[in-house]
């Protein structure tokens, strides 16, 4: 068996162009090997996400910042791995067993990984920056549950024209593009999910919440965490008797998210070598696992 490797390229010029919604889905999926291993797949989906912003780093904001989460979300997945065999994992089993650790939680977690790639990724190898792209995407999404995907679209493909014009703004609108893109994915597909989560675990994962563009070194490594706790107890001090911040919290998550994760990645991208190195990390990780079982 051959090993994964994300291959944008291709996967735009083999696109099903003129197909369903569904079948946009299913081509995207079809670039992910069908492996037992939730850590194979979350390393994939990040390998993706990462090669996507690689290929047009001025429209995919999205996508850098969602291959580092991705990547993060990697932390919140190991009891899955508990009692595995090597790479292979027993869903059914591994989920009626260690309750204490908050098993079904982290199947939530990974349960939200999958479904935001699901729902998002299809939509950037239908546009690619090709505004013909742009209309058969929003087609799709016509009167669907994604069509704040296709407007978002829609603002990003306004910032390309001006890009390519050289125009002053051209970049705070993608960005703007970027943020809805970004804020559609919290309200439709992680926060319905966040909401199954117990609260014991809502706790402890928002505890835990932190967002690093880089951890290559501690001095380095804290100029560029972000932690949630930490940016929601400073921006706004809660009075005694009220409750903490919680990142399970649309409204807190979202601040977190806009007043720090955000400016640090756009800061990040005026070092542009560092980010790369960054997604490029990323993308070895995903290396050298063979394609093969399915799910």
């Known amino acids: 068996m051959s090993p994964w490797r994300p291959d944008i390229a291709r996967a735009v010029e083999e696109a099903p162009r003129g197909g369903s919604l569904e079948d946009w889905k299913a081509h995207a999926q079809s670039l992910l090997s069908r492996q037992p291993c939730v850590f194979v797949r979350n390393g994939q989906i990040s390998a993706l996400y990462a090669t ?58 990974r349960r939200t990984n999958n479904d935001i790639f699901d729902d998002i990724f299809w939509a950037h190898l239908a546009y690619d920056g090709d505004p013909a792209g742009l209309a058969e995407l929003e087609s799709l999404v016509r009167g669907t549950p994604q069509a704040a995907i296709g407007a978002a679209f829609r603002r990003m493909d306004e910032g390309r024209r001006l890009l390519d014009a050289d125009r002053v703004g051209a970049t705070e609108i993608v960005w703007d593009a970027n943020r809805r893109i970004l ?55 809660p ?5 903490l911040p919680l990142l399970t919290s649309y409204e807190d998550r979202w601040a977190w998210m806009e007043g720090s994760i955000m400016p640090r990645f756009q800061r990040r991208e005026h070092t542009r070598h560092a980010l790369r190195r960054t997604l490029e990390a990323i993308i070895g990780e995903s290396q050298g696992h063979p394609t093969g079982a399915a799910t």
């Open 239 to 243: 009075p005694r008797g009220t409750r």
């Open 52 to 109: 996507l912003y690689l290929r047009r780093p001025e429209l995919f904001k999205w996508a850098g910042l969602a291959a580092i989460a991705s990547r993060h979300i990697r932390v919140a997945l190991w009891p899955l791995r508990l009692g595995a065999a090597g790479e292979e994992i027993d869903l059914p089993r591994a989920l009626g067993r260690w309750q204490a650790l908050r098993i079904t939680d982290a199947d939530v977690i």
């Open 183 to 237: 804020e559609h994915e919290q309200q439709a597909m992680v926060q319905p999910n966040f909401e199954r989560l117990s609260c014991a675990y809502a706790r402890a994962f928002s505890f835990g919440a932190t967002a690093g563009l880089d951890v290559a070194g501690l001095r380095r490594a804290t100029a560029v965490l972000s932690s949630f706790y930490g940016y929601s107890l400073l921006r706004r001090r």
